[in-house]
């Protein structure tokens, strides 16, 4: 199954499409000054609603977000966060913008 846009469906994402919406939690970051001006939060939003918008059985639950956290700490208040919600069930998909 294809992306509706034409890029190719990354691995396993065909097997979640279904009949039951699927509640999308998006995880955004970024950590440096040049990140935040050429691919900041408000551009990784974007594609993520894009995405979630073209997948008629997903509906994105909710979002977090972490500014200045390196991706090589675990610390990162919004993922700590996201990652509670995920072990309570709560989401069917976690979307990351690349």
């Known amino acids: 199954m294809d992306d509706p846009s034409g890029a ?5 994402l065909a097997s979640l499409e279904g009949s039951e919406a699927l509640a999308v939690a998006a995880y955004m970051r ?11 939060i408000p551009a990784q939003a974007d594609a993520t ?5 073209k997948r008629s059985a997903w509906r994105l639950a909710g979002s977090w977000e972490d500014l200045g956290e ?6 990162r208040p919004a993922l700590n966060e996201l990652l509670a919600e995920i072990a309570a069930g709560l989401f069917d998909v976690v979307l990351v913008s690349s």
Request: charged residues 20%.
């Open 70 to 75: 390196s991706g090589s700490t675990t610390s």
């Open 49 to 53: 609603r894009t995405f979630v918008e």
């Open 8 to 12: 190719p469906t990354p691995w396993g």
């Open 30 to 40: 970024v950590s440096t000054a040049e990140q935040k001006r050429r691919y900041g």
